[in-house]
């Protein structure tokens, strides 16, 4: 009966050390900056590793050469593109520190 009582407290610290790992992971994926582009670089957006928009950046080339419009749709695909990007990375940090376990909340 011992041995049940062992099991359970091994599984208990090995939970424990994953969420230790997993906050560690996304502090530092809160830090991470992760840039998207559009229209061949000249609208850009940044993310952090979580995928909240931190910046927008449009070119003097993107206004002289476009309307509204056109540079209201690049910097939606640029966000896109970085929150894209973030995710992957996210998805790529938390298999590392999960082992493969897929946790819902961090696709």
Same mark, same amino acid.
């Given at each position: 009966?011992?041995?049940s009582f062992?099991?359970?407290g091994?599984?208990?610290?090995?939970?424990?050390?994953?969420d230790?790992r997993?906050?560690?992971?996304?502090?530092?994926?809160?830090e991470a900056?992760?840039?998207?582009?559009?229209?061949?670089?000249?609208?850009?957006?940044?993310v952090d590793?979580?995928?909240?928009?931190?910046?927008?950046?449009?070119s003097?080339? &993107?206004?002289r050469g476009?309307?509204?419009?056109?540079?209201?749709?690049?910097?939606?695909?640029?966000?896109?593109d970085a929150?894209?990007? &973030?995710?992957?990375?996210?998805?790529?940090?938390?298999?590392?520190?999960?082992?493969?376990?897929?946790?819902?909340?961090f696709?």
């Open positions: 009966m011992s041995g062992g099991e359970m091994n599984l208990l610290a090995q939970a424990q050390e994953m230790k997993v906050r560690e992971a996304l502090e530092e994926l809160a900056r992760i840039d998207g582009t559009a229209g061949g670089g000249v609208v850009g957006a940044t590793g979580l995928g909240v928009v931190q910046g927008v950046h449009v003097d080339e &993107a206004l476009t309307d509204r419009a056109g540079i209201e749709e690049m910097l939606v695909v640029a966000l896109k929150q894209a990007r &973030a995710k992957r990375q996210r998805e790529e940090r938390m298999t590392k520190v999960t082992g493969g376990v897929q946790l819902p909340w696709s």
